[in-house]
């Protein structure tokens, strides 16, 4: 299986071998590029033929009894309508800026999704990659939480303020050492976005006023541009937007043919780059303060626009647009009308229909028109491992144990710093406990009351999380290494996902919460529906990756919607678990994680050999006496029974299954798999984390998870664009 070998990748930079004046390449599933240019006029008119058939279905849809007939008699100012103040109320104030605010959007996030698309040459890419969502998320919570912003002037305002900061703050970091390379622009976006958005945890913990409020803006809705002051507020930066995407459209064209050749057309990469940057930051940040952050939704325009008209750059940026806005007003007009006399969230309604779309285009025999390419692994099969010292061989009669010098030093080194990890732990926050006596309480020595106090309440909590963070660690490692790319984590699997929506579901039915094992049924269906929905894990596995995607969305916006039904104390109390937190967690769930790990561990230890040898190609791992097929299975099933026991103990915590194991590797080196030494570093960051969210502020808890978060980002930044990054 090539489980996430198609993540984020920088195609080649020199041209192909072909003159400027050489031919068009070809369209869709190696179709003439005359043809394809021919299909897509057809395709155009028949969407656009479908836009206005939603507008005019937007515009006949609402509040008031005010059907088609009085609508068009409105708009074409028959019988003297438009004195009316009550239709002129519904249909000119109402329907009319939010029909129109719908278009506009739509067609914004769909260029935006086209335009990211073919910068990084990668169509799995999505606007939310330039942290443009999480800056907005970040503003607003910031104006409530901060300033008590209340009216939807004022979100609009924080919201356009933080996605137009956290697109610049992107652009600089990719452009700092990179020339604003593709590469440099998805990582320095998911690392700002992933910082962003734990800063917006922290805020949103901390305030429960702040965190109603968010809940219901982060579903995204039309519904606060009822009214021509809004939509005029933010149409200059829309047209802005639009009008920067087409003048990058031309260079665009020519980058995709390499960056040597596109500098002979007279065109310069680094400034096509950041002009595309430009146009999709003004352009997703508008319609994030217009309709809140609708996410996927770029995603999915380009996959419609590439399935019709092929990598064309113009046709493609065209048609994303009409397909952006005709799923955002259909998704519209439906949130209206299913949940009479409320409204459905506008993300919930994108993602069902986007979705199954999705899905249906991946798994269609013409899916060579989406053009994907399966990136090269991150660590070359022919490489040579710098020498080292030899390994220490250990014999006892007719019995030798191999233990690999520097593995082994690391992982001793990685316990040490666990059992003082555990000892700061059990003494952080305990008012006149010095650290001696609680280094003897937590062996069982000392005062009675101080061994009760440490061992009964603090190492329960501790324990859980040594094993959640061991797990996830352990899992990350095995992903990682099957996926030859150090970007893979069970969330690529949905597995995060899954295993969160299984836990609030079980919480909802049962009325109780804190099952652990619906975690793992969670991981375990999620994987399941996208091995059977994808029908393959083997040599197309990008389209284990798109269906992944789709899944996600949809159990993510499941998730925002429980939350956002329940009152606001169970509310807040469930989002602290779903951003990873141990408050509350103890010896009893830790038990089942423990009693996991026993019998996983010793199982990882022993694939991990022959998962080593799968570092090289197939055909020599085969000659090398290991079925490809059954290892990557094996590995795969433990790595989804680890995360889904993490998950059922302390929510999705995010970043330890990527941070772990590229942490055990650069102390290991890369001769062995990290087995041991990932685990043991997961456990030790969970720990760490657990701790600082307990004692940065005064009287106050970060979950773990947003601790791990807000620090994932810049350790992502440091790690994979750095000096010694290398290859993702």
Request: proline content about 5%; hydrophobic content about 55%.
């Amino acid at each position: 299986m090539t489980l996430s070998q198609v993540g984020v990748h920088e195609a080649p930079r020199t041209g192909p071998r072909s003159s400027p004046a050489s031919p068009e390449p070809s369209g869709p599933a190696g179709a003439p590029a005359g043809e394809g240019h021919r299909r897509t006029w057809p395709v155009a008119a028949g969407v656009l033929a479908a836009l206005l058939a939603l507008a005019a279905l937007s515009l006949s849809v609402g509040a008031g009894e005010v059907g088609p007939g009085r609508v068009l008699a409105y708009l074409l100012d028959r019988d003297g309508a438009r004195a009316d103040g009550r239709l002129a109320l519904v249909v000119g104030d109402l329907r009319l800026p939010r029909t129109l605010a719908a278009l506009l959007v739509g067609a914004a996030l769909g260029v935006a999704g086209a335009q990211l698309q073919s910068v990084t040459r990668n169509p799995l890419a999505e606007t939310g990659l330039l942290g443009v969502n999480a800056g907005a998320s970040l503003g607003v919570v910031l104006g409530i939480a901060v300033l008590g912003v209340q009216s939807s002037y004022g979100y609009l305002a924080f919201a356009f303020g933080g996605a137009l900061v956290s697109g610049v703050l992107v652009l600089l970091i990719a452009g700092a050492r990179g020339g604003g390379s593709p590469m440099r622009l998805v990582l320095g976006g998911s690392a700002v976005g992933a910082t962003f958005g734990g800063l917006t945890g922290v805020l949103i913990v901390n305030s429960p006023e702040a965190y109603d409020r968010y809940r219901v803006w982060v579903l995204g809705s039309l519904a606060g541009t009822e009214g021509w002051s809004t939509l005029g507020r933010i149409a200059p930066v829309l047209g802005l937007g639009f009008a920067v995407a087409a003048l990058a459209t031309r260079p665009l064209t020519a980058l995709a043919l390499g960056d040597d050749l596109a500098r002979g057309l007279g065109h310069r990469p680094g400034a096509t780059r950041a002009a595309v940057a430009l146009a999709v930051t003004l352009l997703t940040a508008s319609a994030v303060a217009l309709a809140g952050p609708v996410s996927f939704l770029g995603l999915l325009a380009g996959f419609l626009a590439r399935a019709a008209a092929g990598p064309r750059v113009g046709q493609l940026t065209m048609l994303a647009g009409l397909f952006g806005a005709a799923v955002l007003t259909g998704a519209d007009v439906l949130a209206r009308v299913v949940a009479r006399p409320f409204e459905a969230p506008v993300s919930v309604v994108v993602a069902l229909i986007g979705a199954p779309a999705l899905i249906g285009i991946v798994r269609s025999r013409r899916t060579a028109a989406l053009a994907v390419t399966e990136t090269a692994t991150s660590s070359p099969p022919g490489r040579e491992l710098p020498p080292g010292k030899p390994d220490l061989v250990l014999r006892r009669g007719a019995w030798s144990l191999l233990l690999p010098r520097r593995a082994l030093l690391a992982a001793l080194g990685l316990g040490a710093a666990l059992l003082a990890a555990v000892v700061v732990s059990a003494h952080a926050g305990q008012g006149g406990l010095g650290l001696g006596r609680t280094f003897q309480a937590v062996f069982g020595y000392g005062d009675r009351l101080d061994v009760l106090l440490v061992q009964r309440f603090r190492l329960g909590r501790i324990v859980a999380g040594l094993a959640a963070g061991a797990a996830l660690g352990l899992a990350g490692c095995l992903t990682q290494t099957l996926a030859r790319n150090r970007l893979a984590t069970p969330e690529l699997l949905g597995v995060n996902d899954g295993a969160t929506a299984a836990v609030l579901v079980s919480a909802t039915v049962s009325g109780t919460f804190g099952a652990w094992w619906a975690g793992p049924l969670g991981a375990l269906a999620a994987v399941l529906a996208v091995t059977l929905v994808s029908g393959e894990l083997g040599a197309r596995g990008y389209r284990v990756l798109v269906v992944s995607l789709a899944m996600s969305a949809l159990a993510s916006a499941v998730v925002q919607v429980a939350l956002a039904r329940r009152s606001l104390n169970s509310a807040g109390s469930l989002y602290v678990w779903t951003s990873g937190s141990l408050n509350g967690r103890d010896y009893d769930v830790a038990a089942p994680v423990l009693a996991g790990l026993a019998v996983l561990v010793p199982v990882a230890l022993a694939v991990a050999r022959r998962l080593a040898v799968l570092r090289f190609d197939d055909d020599v791992a085969a000659s090398l006496g290991v079925e490809p097929g059954r290892v990557r299975l094996v590995c795969l099933l433990l790595a989804v029974a680890l995360a889904g026991l993490a998950v059922g103990v302390c929510g999705p915590v995010g970043f330890v299954a990527l941070v772990a194991p590229v942490l055990a590797g650069r102390l290991a080196g890369p001769a062995r798999v990290p087995v041991v030494g990932s685990a043991l570093a997961g456990a030790l960051l969970v720990v760490l984390a657990d701790t600082l969210g307990r004692v940065l502020i005064g009287g106050v808890e970060i979950p773990v998870g947003i601790v791990t978060t807000v620090l994932g980002g810049p350790f992502l930044l440091w790690v994979l664009l750095g000096r010694r990054g290398g290859a993702v």
